[in-house]
């Protein structure tokens, strides 16, 4: 993997392939569209078993195609297109889903955002749904420290009643979905921990760069359009529903994981409770529903994220 490119473009945008041709050849020819064009788009194949990365490598030569040889889940596959980037002299760095659908001049407002204030370390778009795209699934986010809970305001509600969509504020973590950050701040603060494989690896990574005194902003005037799901959902229903148990177990680990790197001692009580009543509540309901496997995965989830840790 020792590709060589005579960086002269401001931005890379990365972009993870897991058997998936059709979703990240959409994606790709969206970004084609946009008014913007002082990037690369960056495409690390996570071992795929279907043939796509070369399917998109023949659709799209201009991209950077770099092979992982294996899945190494959401944090390792950027992490090379990340690493590719910070090597060769990128100065803004975007991590964006491969079920993506993006208007035109969405590149613009990101980047002069950033360019307005260098405290800012990383900013997002608003994203809407893409099968409905006036129902907000992520409008800017927020954290509530005494109860350990990340959340996502207006999350599946119409924007029609929302003008407060269009302001412009700091927010308290960014998604992975389409994620800005400077290469200076992502150099200062370190990669996506790759032991989190999937979820909660966004929310850690905004948190270390608050941490190093920088804010995160939300762009509304940055819009994309969220296919949503794609990663962690099964086409056909089998016995215990399109969710994969394995997708239990990584969200118990890597909330409790994240929980234990970024609790305040003052939070402790609030948090520990909240966060038992919250895995009982799930465990109970995965009884009631009968899906043991879930169950055990949850199970063996929170066991894991208390017994090690993410670093």
Known sequence: ????????KKLAIVIINWNSFELTRDTLMSLQKTSYQNYDCIVVDN???????????????NIILMRAGENKGFTGGNNIGMQFALDNGYEFIMMLNNDVEVEADFLQPLVQKLNSNQNIGAVQPLIYFHHDKNLIWNAGTTFIPFLGTCATPNYNQRDDAHAQLQVQKNIDWITGCAF???ASVLKQVGLLKEK??????????????????????YEPSSVIYHIAGMSHKSKVKGKEGFVSPKVHFLNARNRIWFLKQHTPIWALPTVIL?????????????IFRARWQKWIAWNKGILEGL???VA
């Open 180 to 182: 800005m950050i400077r």
């Open 47 to 61: 071992g795929s078993q279907d043939d796509s990365a070369n399917q998109l490598q023949n659709a799209f030569p």
């Open 1 to 8: 993997m020792n590709l060589v490119v005579n960086v002269q």
């Open 307 to 309: 017994t090690s840790n």
């Open 196 to 217: 989190f494989f999937i979820y909660y690896e966004d929310v850690d990574l905004s948190f270390r760069i608050k941490t190093a005194g920088y804010t995160l902003a």
């Open 274 to 286: 909240f966060q038992a009543f919250y895995f009982f509540s799930i465990g109970f309901y995965f």
